[in-house]
Each structure stands twice: as C-alpha cells, then as structure tokens.
C-alpha cells in the first residue's frame, strides 16, 4: 500500500541555524509533490511544488530536493526565525485531478 | 477576493443526526477537494470532484455524500453521524495541475 512517512513529528532549532524537514515514501509514483505549511487552527497553505523532473527547488529561504530514485524529498529553510515556527506537511500529488496524499507532518519550532 | 470559505466553523452533533459542511470558493477553480484531519495526524481525501457534475470517490468515502452543482459550491454531507466522524474537515480548490488552496476548516464533534 501507498505509504508517506515525515521522518520526525517534533523538531525544535535555535533561531538563525537550518531546518531540515524529510519526506519519504514508498509504492508511489508521484507526478509531484508539494509541502505545505499548517499553524493552529488554519488549513494548510501552499509552500513549493517540485516536479518529478526537478532535483531541486528555491524559494527565499525555503529549498526543496526532490530524489525519486530515494523516494525522498528534503525540505529546507535557512536562517529560521520563530514565525517559521508552524506544522509542516508533505504531499505527494497523482490522479487526473492531481489528489493529494498528505504525510503526517511535522512540527517546527524555532527557538529565540 | 475570500478564496475557500467554510461554514460552519464549529459545529457538535448527536449521533444518528445529519448536516451539510458547505464549501464556497471564488476562483473560478474547476477542481474542488473535502478532506478529514484526525488529531496528529495528516490529511485525507473524502471526496474530489473536477468540475460541475462530476464528483468520485477518495481515500476514506464511506458515510459521506458530495454534489457539485456548480463551480462555486461542494457541499459535504453527513449521514447518520457517528462518533468516528469526529475531526476536522477541510475543503480545498485548485486550478488545472496548480497547487490547492485550503479555508480554514469545519471541526466537528459527535456525541
């Protein structure tokens, strides 16, 4: 069965070092996958989206890695602040209407 | 521009009872999603539909019913509620191979 599998459910990091997030998974082949951000109480919001042809992805602070041989992805941010402080969650995307399947997430927290 | 919006917010049911969790998006986006969040856990997909009138079946359908009548509304119905049904229910939208945008959630508890 398809499985997706966020490598640690807490992380906590003194301000300003990087945030590494993992993602892996197995018996799927994603057309993409894409990590969202969830705070307390809100839905999830769009971070980065990396296509199965893409190793890797940037967006400001956050870098995305994308390796489908390892069935990995790696999800970055440099300099953390504690407004990065927030749940993170991986999403492998497949089917015509490119349904999600969400791993289940990891919480950040960044430490002043 | 309001994006995915969700009422209601909170809602508690006895079991045996039923409602509707309504879903509005205004982003013309032909691709509407209802999914159920478990505490600590990630989310799953009930229900998709990829346009007005077509709607197909997720990872865990079974107790739900959806319709989309048209682009704008995917409403989400509960049947004979029961206390496994307890969680929070999130509706998103997208446009064609674009990203998801999610409101802000319906939590629902059944006693």
């Known amino acids: 069965s398809q499985k997706i599998e966020q490598n640690s459910e807490a992380l906590n990091i003194q301000e300003g070092k990087t945030a590494t997030l993992t993602c892996n998974y197995t ?4 057309a993409y996958l894409q ?41 970055h941010i440099t300099a953390s602040q ?19 399947t969400f791993g289940s997430g990891t919480q950040l927290t960044v430490l002043p | 521009n309001a994006g995915v919006t969700q009422t209601p917010k909170f809602r ?16 013309n986006h032909n691709y509407m999603y209802w999914y159920r969040q478990d505490p600590g856990m ?9 346009g007005a009138g ?3 079946k997720g990872e865990v359908p079974n107790g739900y019913n959806v319709s989309r009548s048209t682009t704008e509304y ?19 939208s997208a446009a064609v191979n674009q990203p998801q945008h999610f409101g802000d959630g319906t939590r629902l508890s059944i006693l």
């Open chain 2, 74 to 92: 995917f409403p989400l119905r509960l049947e004979l509620a029961a206390p496994s049904q307890t969680s929070v229910y999130f509706c998103a």
């Open chain 1, 35 to 75: 990590w969202y951000r969830q705070d307390p109480g809100r839905g999830p919001v769009f971070l980065l989206l990396i296509r199965e042809n893409e190793k890797e992805k940037r967006k400001e602070r956050l870098k995305v890695t994308f390796d489908t041989t390892l069935k990995q992805s790696l999800f």
């Open chain 1, 82 to 100: 504690p407004a990065d402080s927030a749940t993170y969650l991986c999403a492998l995307s497949s089917g015509s209407a490119r349904q999600l």
């Open chain 2, 42 to 50: 990630g989310l799953k997909l009930i229900y998709y539909s990829v």
């Open chain 2, 54 to 56: 077509i709607t197909d």
């Open chain 1, 27 to 30: 018996n799927y082949s994603p």
């Open chain 2, 12 to 27: 508690i049911l006895k079991i045996g009872q039923s409602m509707t969790l309504q879903c509005a998006q205004d982003m």
